[in-house]
């Protein structure tokens, strides 16, 4: 037992001291395989319980815990017949996805067979704290090397293909490597499936607390959660939440930044979600996200044009808001006597997901902005 808690047991006494429950644990003293490349685990959401019981205890503490994991092929799984389920301590606490394990199960049989012994590698347990909507749910990562399961080692695309992250402190993209007054390390480490992003930039929003990252890591979240509208139902509503704990934080974001750099970077969530609202006809709440970006730039917007937009945008949806008791006949009368102006609607493009007004005339309607086209 003492040579089974010393691979399995976190950094706490108390994870240590749990009783395995009576299921198939894996054997004592694993192989443990080292590597630097991050192997996703799934289906934690099933395994809270056991998470925490593995971390010590249940806490409003954000957590971030190393552990060791074993690898253990399950022959016996109904649902995947190449299913390799996580061990902590003794506990599953989760599952490489479906994807995963087909690559990786005939190479952990074969290590298991070479060295006579289960395989394990090293990792950490990462979540917790309290968001807006309760206590957040811990996840786990692991490290390893693909290669020693036979898996062709992901190869990082060229750099300029990197350049993708927008930061919002000019008209160009940016990441670190054109800017090293800033750490955005972490953005090429994100995986390029969306809903992969998704669930990496949940938990590095977790373990995270630096404001400048988190405001990044926000704006990286909305633009993935926004571009998987159409992959997962709930996407558009987990981008408006998503907005909404970013914007929670952004009175201290807005000081970090401006300390940082003299000057607030263009702050899409305040357009775009000003956008979302008046699509939906929603004026009242367009009009306070519009407001609401405009009192974050203040006068040290480093776009001044993206202060001029939103100042147009809550012009435009005052004047909505006032007309909204106008009776109908008077509008109608307007627009029979010809004195209606011209009707100016915005567009969200689908290659980058900004915004872009045009004149409203009949005919089909641009899907990109001209920039994409």
Same mark, same amino acid.
């Given at each position: 037992?003492?040579?089974?808690?010393?691979?399995?047991g976190?950094?706490?006494?108390?994870?240590?001291?749990?009783?395995?429950?009576?299921?198939?644990?894996?054997?004592?003293? %694993?192989?443990?395989?080292?590597?630097?490349?991050?192997?996703?685990?799934?289906?934690?959401?099933?395994?809270?319980?056991?998470?925490?019981?593995?971390?010590?205890?249940?806490t409003?503490?954000?957590?971030?815990? $190393?552990?060791?994991?074993?690898?253990?092929?399950?022959?016996?799984? %109904?649902?995947d017949?190449?299913?390799?389920?996580?061990?902590?301590?003794?506990?599953?606490v989760?599952?490489?996805?479906?994807?995963?394990?087909?690559?990786?199960?005939?190479?952990? +049989?074969?290590?298991?067979?070479?060295?006579? &012994?289960r395989?394990?590698?090293?990792?950490?347990?990462?979540?917790?704290?309290?968001?807006?909507?309760?206590?957040?749910?811990?996840?786990?990562?692991?490290?390893?090397?693909?290669?020693?399961? $036979?898996?062709?080692?992901? +190869?990082a %695309?060229?750099?300029?293909?990197?350049?993708?992250?927008?930061? $919002?402190?000019?008209?160009?993209?940016?990441t670190?490597?054109?800017?090293?007054?800033?750490?955005?390390?972490?953005y090429?480490?994100?995986?390029?499936?969306?809903?992969?992003? +998704?669930?990496?930039?949940?938990l590095?929003?977790?373990?995270? %607390?630096?404001?400048i990252?988190?405001h990044?890591?926000?704006?990286?979240?909305?633009?993935?959660?926004?571009?998987?509208?159409?992959?997962?139902?709930?996407?558009?509503?987990?981008?408006?939440?998503?907005?909404?704990?970013?914007?929670?934080?952004?009175?201290v974001?807005?000081?970090?930044?401006?300390?940082?750099?003299q000057?607030?970077?263009?702050?899409?969530?305040?357009?775009?979600?000003?956008?979302?609202?008046?699509?939906a006809?929603?004026?009242d709440?367009?009009?306070?996200?519009?407001?609401?970006?405009?009192?974050?730039?203040?006068?040290?917007?480093?776009?001044?044009?993206?202060?001029?937009?939103?100042?147009?945008?809550?012009?435009?949806?005052?004047?909505?808001?006032?007309?909204?008791?106008?009776?109908?006949?008077?509008?109608?009368?307007?627009?029979?006597?010809?004195?209606?102006t011209?009707?100016?609607?915005v567009?969200?493009?689908?290659?980058?997901g900004?915004?872009?007004?045009?004149?409203?005339?009949r $005919? &089909?309607?641009?899907?990109?902005?001209?920039?994409?086209?």
């Amino acid at each position: 037992m003492a040579i089974f808690q010393r691979w399995f047991g976190g950094t706490r006494r108390a994870a240590s001291l749990v009783t395995p429950p009576e299921t198939t644990a894996p054997p004592p003293t %694993p192989v443990l395989l080292p590597g630097g490349e991050d192997l996703e685990v799934v289906g934690e959401s099933n395994y809270q319980e056991a998470l925490w019981q593995v971390v010590g205890g249940r806490t409003r503490d954000r957590i971030r815990f $190393g552990i060791h994991a074993a690898l253990i092929p399950e022959t016996d799984n %109904p649902y995947d017949s190449n299913a390799i389920s996580v061990w902590i301590s003794g506990l599953r606490v989760g599952y490489l996805s479906r994807a995963d394990a087909a690559d990786y199960r005939s190479g952990l +049989v074969a290590l298991e067979a070479r060295h006579g &012994r289960r395989v394990a590698l090293s990792g950490v347990v990462v979540g917790g704290g309290m968001r807006s909507d309760g206590p957040g749910m811990l996840g786990v990562w692991l490290s390893h090397s693909p290669q020693d399961f $036979g898996v062709a080692p992901v +190869v990082a %695309p060229e750099p300029v293909l990197q350049l993708t992250m927008r930061t $919002g402190l000019s008209a160009a993209f940016a990441t670190d490597a054109e800017d090293d007054s800033y750490d955005l390390s972490w953005y090429e480490d994100l995986p390029a499936d969306h809903i992969a992003a +998704v669930k990496k930039l949940r938990l590095l929003l977790g373990e995270d %607390p630096d404001p400048i990252d988190r405001h990044f890591m926000f704006c990286e979240l909305e633009r993935r959660l926004y571009r998987s509208r159409d992959a997962f139902d709930s996407a558009i509503e987990q981008y408006d939440e998503a907005c909404r704990q970013h914007d929670a934080e952004m009175d201290v974001i807005r000081t970090a930044l401006f300390e940082k750099f003299q000057e607030i970077p263009l702050l899409e969530t305040y357009t775009q979600m000003a956008i979302r609202q008046q699509k939906a006809k929603n004026w009242d709440r367009a009009l306070w996200w519009a407001r609401r970006g405009i009192a974050l730039y203040g006068s040290d917007a480093a776009r001044p044009e993206a202060v001029s937009d939103l100042e147009k945008r809550v012009a435009a949806y005052s004047r909505k808001l006032e007309g909204a008791g106008e009776p109908s006949g008077r509008r109608r009368a307007s627009a029979q006597n010809g004195n209606e102006t011209a009707i100016v609607e915005v567009l969200v493009c689908r290659s980058c997901g900004g915004g872009f007004e045009r004149i409203r005339t009949r $005919g &089909r309607k641009p899907t990109q902005c001209e920039a994409c086209r």
